[in-house]
């Protein structure tokens, strides 16, 4: 029998590349439920990007990334007014909707990973990234 040895910690950070890299395209985001993994934040931060962690709970963030306290499912717009783009890690399917339906108010790109086991629950496109899919919310008529 052979046996494949992985590097865990390899794959983490291809993966936290890999999703800077993609989101790294729009000048100014928020990341909706930073929890305390920052990691794809420091690196947007660190390609350029203007970042702003959203949260229900007070969070630590890195240098550079602005923490506002709110609710994606009562948010205040305000918090989203220069977003290109609102993304979610490991988001779980109760806040598909409420972040696609947010992003669509104020003009964002929405974008969202998922907990592995989960499918999205609203109209997607796929990109395949190394140990990730990220989905991209798309709409009738969007070309996704």
């Not at 993994?37 to 350029?48: E, I, Q, Y």
């Not at 977003?83 to 806040?95: D, G, K, T």
């Not at 972040?99 to 990973?113: E, H, K, P, S, Y």
């Amino acid at each position: 029998m052979t046996y494949r040895i992985i590097n865990i910690t390899a794959m983490k950070l291809d993966t936290c590349e890999a999703l800077a890299d993609e989101l790294a395209g729009y000048d100014s985001l928020v990341e909706v439920g930073i929890g305390r993994r920052t990691d794809v934040a420091r690196a947007l931060v660190a390609r350029g990007c203007r970042v702003t962690a959203l949260d229900i709970y007070s969070r630590e963030v890195p240098d550079g990334v602005a923490f506002v306290l709110d609710d994606v499912t009562d948010p205040d717009l305000g918090n989203f007014a220069d977003a290109e783009a609102i993304y979610a890690l490991n988001c779980p399917p109760e806040l598909h909707r409420p972040i696609r339906d947010l992003a669509r108010r104020v003009g964002a790109d929405c974008l969202f990973t998922t907990l592995g086991g989960d499918g999205p629950v609203v109209p997607v496109s796929r990109r395949t990234l190394p140990g990730e899919t990220l989905f991209v919310t798309t709409w009738p008529g969007s070309e996704g």
